[in-house]
């Protein structure tokens, strides 16, 4: 039994238990006295009260401290190269590549240590130095000194190993700084912010469609994808398919670069996509270029929406405003779906398979409840429909109804799912969300509740690694192993500490809010 789990209990829910119990009797004689106090005890174990409530947010709080903060800090901090060690393998021994800095990872672990000096008063000096050191890194390191923006990646004496300059990128940094302020007062990281965001105004965002051109070259101007020239005549037999495009200089974004197909790498090939094709029609984050993403958007607005917090400029609210409802009104699709790839003009461009993200759907839910809280409009009933649905979507569709847990990634419009492992980002986005919507419906109905009961309990007995703590980043379908990946490395670029974190912080205060404010 490993730390932090929950007691074995009958796992059928509370409102399941109601609805069998009849059955029970018709078909079976009475329960005695000892099985009726089990089915009693179970019920109560798992019920939505104050004594529920905290214990769990207790468990919440043992995992992040042990199985993501003392993982990360101070292990992962380069006092002498600058930023963070990005890979570690799978024991927590730093791997010997360790010389790059990419700008998502820095700006995540920077923004989780400006979090955990909220979350933990005691230590908190301790994780303001080492935030601030993170803020460093990106102003010293990642931010291109000569043309603006972050370099997508540098290596330890800010050389750029990856010179693209891409919206969600430039975003986390935006965001990491934006949160390193507001628990440091450091004027520095507010300077870094507002510079962050006025290059994104003046090479990224879209004004005549709105949103943002996402991938950029070093000077600012928009990736374009160059079809390869044709083949002279030849009467030499039929040569194989021409490669795919190349990525040329500067340019303009094509309205539909349709035959260059989907991400073979970054977020984009883990996370979605829809069509097969050469890596260098794709992005930095697996985006085919020149489309717009819901992955890069909905992390702009996160970044943004912090930003405005901070910095209650106009220009800032109006993009917030323009991305909120960007969010709802093109990317956020009935009965509970987002749209992941989209023309310059925000048109849909519909995957062949996959294209339900489950992890993204849940995820979405809270940060489009978030931005409308900083908006002034908490109580929205379109965002709040709309978080709802995507959260009932995901049970729908994307719950593991046997063993518990989202799965990655299904299909939109044929059964079945494109990536069935539990992915370790997909379960933390999967906690929070549930707990949110139960807060808010959980009087209508216990099925939130339930979930997020199941949901915390596949994460206690299978996410996290019983030996060497912290979360694998994937493991099988049922939870009884680790998949490949996750027995070789616990980090790289793209696994950090930031989404477990965000959703046991979140998780954390929302349990101890409704322990204090509900029997």
Known sequence: MIPHTLPRLIWPTACLITAFLPTLAADAAAPTDASASTVTAAATATRPDADNYRRLASEVEGVLKK?????????????????FFENFSANWTRSPNNATRSIVYQSRLTWLAAQAAVFDPAQADKYKVLSSHGVAELANLQWDKTNGGFFWSVNVSGAPTNQQKHAYGNAFAIYAAAVNYSVTHESASLDLAKQGFAWLEAHSHDAKNGGYIEAMNVDGTPMVVTPPAPLPPTTAPTLPPVPPGTVAASGTAPTAPGAFGAPGFGPGGRRGGG??????????????????????HIHILEGLTALLEIWPDPVVKQRVQEVYELSLNQIYSDPGYLNMFFNADWSVIAPRNGGDSYGHNIEAAYLLTDTAKVLGKPDDPTVWAAARKLVDHALEKGWDKENGGFYEEGNLNTPGYTKQNKCWWVEAEGLYALLLIHERYGKET????????QQWKFISEHQLDPVNGGWYSYVTPDGSSPTGQAMNSKTDQWTEGYHQGRALLNTSALLRKLASTRP
């Not at 069509?275 to 890069?296: L, V």
């Open 275 to 296: 069509r097969r094709g050469g890596g260098n029609a794709n992005d930095a984050i697996g985006t085919p270029i020149g489309q717009k993403s819901m992955n890069s």
């Open 446 to 453: 216990t099925k939130y509740w339930d979930a997020f009961v």
């Open 67 to 83: 199985d993501v903060l003392e993982k990360f800090f101070p292990a992962a901090d380069d006092e002498q190269g600058g930023g």
